[in-house]
């Protein structure tokens, strides 16, 4: 649903993808065979979240356990903030 309100962050990290995998010299034939392997991936992700999740019992456990995701990942999030706050970054 983020990728609907706020697209432009998910446009933005497509294309850093495209500049990190693709050498510069990449022809069109690169360029396609990422966007298709990327496209695909993508509706298999989106696809089986759909299937699990419209299972019942996934989604109730879903719901019980929505707190403890909730904080392990703000903790591990934090952890990480801090982790690049803190590190010396030389040039």
Request: aromatic letters at 14%; proline letters at 7%.
């Amino acid at each position: 649903m983020s990728d609907l309100l706020f697209p432009l962050p998910c446009i933005l990290f497509g294309w850093t993808i495209y500049a990190v995998v693709l050498s510069p010299d990449a022809g069109p034939a690169s360029v396609a065979f990422l966007f298709r392997t990327l496209s695909l991936t993508s509706m298999l992700v989106l696809v089986g979240y759909a299937v699990l999740f419209s299972s019942a019992p996934i989604a109730q456990g879903y719901v019980r356990l929505k707190r403890v995701f909730d904080l392990t990942f703000g903790v591990l999030f934090g952890v990480a903030s801090l982790k690049l706050l803190t590190t010396k970054h030389t040039p």
